[in-house]
C-alpha cells in the first residue's frame, strides 16, 4: 500500500497545468509503489472496493482505455468501458446529455476521451463524480506527461537539469502540451522541433526553445520524444510526403548520434514506423522506452484513480 506522505486533493484531473511541482512529485512517488504493486503475482488490491469508474471514449484508443482500465481494476474499482459506437451516442444525443444519463448512475470516478479541447472541463461542471481528462482534442493529455516523466525518472533518475526534445506534430499534439508544462515543473530544459506547418505559432511562448532542424534539436539531448503525425486533425496536407517527412523530421541511429551518448527514445504511441521513427531504435530496449511508457500508464493512472477517490472520501 502506497504512503500518503504527501497526498494533495483535487477534485478532478484536467491539466498539468495548474499543478506545482510538489504535487506532481507526490503523483509520481504514489506511482512507483503501483509499479511494484502491478509486478507481484497478485496485482489486485480492495483500497477503492465498491466505487465504479466509467470509461468513456469518443476518441479510439488502445493504451489509454486499457490502461485506465485495467488501473481501476488493480484498485478494486468496477469499471465499465462505454461502448460509444453502440450508445446512444450514435442517436446523436449530445456529450452533455450522455454525461448527465451516466452520472445518474452514481459513478465515482469518470474518464474521458474527447475530440473537442475543454471537453472534459465542460463535463467536470455537469457531473457529481471525479473526471479525469483521458485527452481533450489538441488542448491536454495529463496523464499521458505523469507517465513520460515517470518512465524517465525510473531509467535516468532525478529529471533535474535533463535536456529533452519532442519533435514531430506539435501543433495537434495533447501529449506535447501537457509534457512541456510538466517537463517545465520538474527543471527540465524542453525543446520542440518539427516543420513550420506542426508547430503552433505560439510555441516560443510555451516555455520551450523552437527548432525546426532535427539534428540541432536533439543536440547533446538525454531525450528524443518522438509524436505521431495527427492527420485526423489536419485540415489539408502539412507534410509534402510520409517520405519526405521521415527524411526531415524522422528520428533514426544517424539523427539520434547527435544527442548525448546513450539518450533515450520514447514514443506515446500509436508510431507510424518508418515515418515518424524507425522500427529498429523503436524496439531497441537498450535506448527505447515505449513499452516502458506502456508499463508505467497503469501505475500513473492507479495513482490519479486514488488520489481523486481519497480526495473525495475525506470531503464527505
Ligand atoms: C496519444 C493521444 O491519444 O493523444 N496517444 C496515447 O494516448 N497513447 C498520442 C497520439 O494519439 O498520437
Known amino acids: 500500500m502506497p504512503s500518503d506522505s504527501y497526498f494533495f486533493a483535487q477534485p478532478h484531473f484536467l491539466r498539468i497545468a495548474g499543478l506545482n511541482r510538489l504535487e506532481v512529485i507526490s503523483l509520481l512517488d504514489k506511482a512507483d509503489s503501483y509499479v511494484e504493486q502491478s509486478r507481484r503475482r497478485q496485482k489486485t488490491s480492495d483500497r477503492l472496493q465498491g466505487l465504479t469508474q466509467i470509461n468513456l471514449f469518443f476518441e479510439p484508443s488502445t493504451r489509454t482505455q486499457s490502461s485506465f482500465e485495467i488501473a481501476g481494476k488493480r484498485l478494486g474499482l468496477d469499471v465499465i468501458n462505454m461502448p460509444i459506437g453502440s450508445s446512444s451516442v450514435s442517436k446523436g444525443e449530445t456529450l452533455l446529455d450522455t454525461a448527465v444519463t451516466l452520472n445518474a448512475m452514481h459513478p465515482d470516478l469518470l474518464v474521458v476521451r474527447h475530440g473537442a479541447s475543454g471537453a472534459a472541463e465542460l463535463l467536470s461542471q455537469k457531473v ?132 548525448k551518448p546513450g539518450a533515450l527514445v520514447m514514443h506515446p504511441g500509436p508510431m507510424n ?38 480526495a473525495r472520501n475525506e470531503a464527505i
Open 128 to 259: 457529481d463524480c471525479a473526471v479525469i481528462n483521458a485527452g481533450d482534442g489538441t488542448h491536454e493529455h495529463p496523464t499521458q506527461a505523469l507517465l513520460d516523466a515517470l518512465a524517465i525518472r525510473r531509467t535516468l533518475g532525478d529529471l533535474d537539469g535533463l535536456r529533452v526534445a519532442i519533435c514531430g506534430d506539435i501543433a495537434h499534439s495533447r501529449v506535447a502540451r501537457s509534457n512541456v508544462a510538466l517537463l517545465n515543473l520538474l527543471n527540465v530544459e524542453v525543446r520542440l522541433c518539427g516543420p513550420p506547418t506542426l508547430l503552433p505559432s505560439d510555441a516560443d511562448r510555451w516555455g520551450a526553445e523552437v527548432f525546426h532542424n532535427m539534428d540541432e534539436a536533439v543536440a547533446d539531448c538525454d531525450v528524443v520524444m518522438v509524436l505521431r503525425l495527427q492527420s485526423e486533425r489536419m485540415d489539408s496536407a502539412a507534410i509534402p510526403s510520409k517520405r519526405e517527412y521521415f527524411r526531415f523530421y524522422g528520428l533514426d541511429r544517424n539523427r539520434l548520434s547527435h544527442a
Open 273 to 310: 514506423r518508418g515515418v515518424e521513427i524507425a522500427s529498429d531504435i523503436a524496439d531497441d530496449l537498450s535506448i527505447s522506452l515505449v513499452t516502458k511508457q506502456v508499463e508505467m500508464g497503469v501505475a500513473v493512472r492507479m495513482a490519479v484513480l486514488d488520489m481523486l477517490a481519497t
